[in-house]
């Protein structure tokens, strides 16, 4: 069945370090692939999606991009910041769209100035 | 994005209680309630889809009878732990989505549950 497989936590890093969280996945035909954020007392928000191949998405300084061949999704961030401190999720959608969601364990990222 | 809240964000409860997760959707119009769970060092995993007014779809190996969903508004569902246990001790967090299909989903800020 379909899964994510994301690198565990916690990450400490100090501001502006370069950031890499891996992410792979398993599924059937062509998910998309999502990364989200949750921030301290906060509910999970969309950081950023990629749909098809070799897309990538990017928001707020993080990027990923979607590498069909090694079924990869890697988050990565040139220089965190402080404020960057929060749990991210990788995610992909199922098969039957994006309301069938399954998640990686999230990695807690602590960023110290 | 719409603005999704839960209550309470962490409950302590002795085993056999029963425990009310509230969630609501303030400024959004949730058709549909998705409930999931977390347990320490583990994904996010789905336990149950509601649509408002009808009853909640379970995912396998999710007890209806433990978990009771009410979903009967457009902004308001809860989950109800009943008769808890240890192994109930999750994080529970709530979904919700208008109508149709949305790429983007939002979530509330989760409920810690702690049975003792």
């Known amino acids: 069945g379909d899964s994510v497989t994301q690198m565990e936590g916690p990450v400490t890093l100090s501001e502006e370090a370069f950031l890499t969280i891996n992410c792979t996945y398993t599924?059937?035909?062509?998910?998309?692939l999502f990364w989200y954020v949750q921030y301290p007392g906060e509910g999970l928000q969309l950081l950023l999606k990629?749909?098809?191949?070799?897309d990538k998405g990017s928001n707020k300084g993080f990027e990923a991009t979607y590498r069909k061949e090694t079924t990869s999704f890697h988050l990565e961030k040139g220089s965190v910041q402080v404020s960057d401190s929060a749990v991210y999720f990788c995610?992909?959608?199922?098969?039957?769209?994006?309301?069938?969601?399954?998640f990686g364990t999230g990695t807690r990222l602590t960023v110290i100035p | 994005g719409a603005v999704v809240s839960q209550h309470p964000s962490w409950v302590i409860c002795k085993s056999g209680t029963s425990v009310k997760i509230e969630c609501r959707s303030l400024?959004?119009?949730?058709?549909?309630m998705f409930w999931y769970r977390q347990f320490p060092k583990q994904s996010l995993m789905l336990m149950a889809t509601?649509?408002?007014?009808?009853?909640?779809?379970?995912e396998q190996g999710v007890e209806k009878d433990k978990f009771l969903i009410n979903h009967a508004s457009l902004t308001l569902s809860t989950l109800t732990v009943t008769s808890a246990h240890p192994e109930d001790s999750s994080f529970y967090i709530c979904?919700?989505?208008?109508?149709?299909?949305?790429?983007?989903?939002?979530f509330g800020p989760g409920t810690r549950l702690l049975v003792l």
């Open positions: 400024d959004f119009q949730a058709t549909t």
């Open positions: 995610a992909l959608s199922g098969q039957t769209g994006a309301n069938n969601l399954f």
């Open positions: 990629a749909t098809k191949a070799d």
């Open positions: 979904s919700p989505a208008g109508r149709g299909v949305q790429e983007t989903q939002y």
């Open positions: 509601s649509n408002e007014g009808s009853k909640a779809t379970y």
């Open positions: 599924a059937t035909g062509y998910p998309s």
